[in-house]
């Protein structure tokens, strides 16, 4: 019989199903108004595949190339001992970057259009924040604009949870001398924020002596890959120290997050100036 969703949890088989291009990412269509949320879903390469998906993948790299990780770092730590949101920080350094000229404008916008970015629906004015975004970030194509909206929305609210994960876990006694990098890349294995993906069979496929029906559903529970035993040696163990493979919360394969230094870095800024906001309380 044929499966009609299906949950996969080991690491190695994972990582198969994201270097495979007959799973794809559930694809969100076009044709939605201009400025909206749902513009903006059906213009960004997050939701696209094949040509589509390369062309505005090369928008939020171009992007990205211009945000120095170890500027962002600085300027997120700086922006908090400042005393600006930790959720926040992130965004402004980022929008520094970028050449932003309201950033007031931005942080007000852009937890609003994130809230609805990765399912659809979005808080009451999401709308309204992405067209503010489209303002901002234009004038432009539209899909170059929606793109470079893409960038912020997807640092948003991810880069906040790793914040909130990384925190208590950087003051554990088992953190004690170890790089923030290393503390970070141990939260993302450990207790990653975003802890599943999805992709779509897009055509029958034999998969680790499995059939999967063309359209099934598979849902790759990062959580459980990212503690299998078969690859990291007690898994359940928080271990900033450890030498195994690395975790798959970035994604790998076809389609590696883009923005993952990036996102390390800012999650750093603001958990160094945190912590030092702690010690001197």
């Known amino acids: 019989m044929a499966d009609t969703d299906l949950v996969i949890t080991r690491h190695s088989e994972v990582g198969a199903v994201l270097a495979d291009e007959r799973f794809v990412v559930p694809v969100v269509g076009g044709g939605a108004p ?21 062309r505005r993948l090369g928008v939020v790299t171009k992007a ?40 007031d404008a931005l942080l ?15 808080r009451d004015g999401a709308d309204a924040a992405v067209a503010t ?20 929305t997807q640092a948003c609210d991810a880069t906040a949870a790793l914040v909130r994960a990384v925190l208590p876990l950087s ?41 999967i029906a063309a359209g099934t559903t598979v849902t790759l529970d990062l959580r459980a890959a990212n503690r299998d ?6 898994p359940d163990r928080f271990d900033p120290a450890r030498r195994e493979p690395p975790h798959l919360t970035f994604g790998t394969g076809r389609r590696p997050c883009p923005g993952a230094d ?13 912590n030092e906001l702690e010690t001197v309380r």
């Open 171 to 211: 003051r554990r006694p088992e953190a004690r001398g170890c790089p923030i990098e290393s503390v970070i890349a141990e939260t993302l294995r450990y207790d990653p924020p975003i802890p599943a993906m999805r992709r779509v069979a897009r055509e029958e496929v034999a998969f680790q002596g499995r059939r």
């Open 229 to 234: 035993p078969a690859v990291f040696a007690e």
């Open 133 to 152: 975004l489209a303002r901002l970030l234009g004038p432009g194509p539209d899909e170059e604009v929606a793109n470079r909206i893409a960038v912020f």
């Open 262 to 274: 990036q996102a390390v870095q800012l999650a750093a800024g603001v958990v160094e100036a945190l």
């Open 34 to 54: 201009p400025g909206s949320l749902a513009w903006l879903r059906g213009a960004v390469c997050r939701f696209s595949e094949g040509a589509e998906h390369e």
């Open 64 to 103: 990205l190339e211009e945000a120095d990780p170890a500027v962002l770092r600085r300027r997120a730590r700086e922006r908090v001992l400042a005393g600006e949101e930790p959720d926040l920080a992130p965004i402004a350094a980022l929008g520094e970057a970028l050449r932003v000229t309201d950033l």
């Open 108 to 122: 007000g916008a852009v937890p609003l259009a994130a809230s609805g970015y990765l399912t659809g629906t979005g």
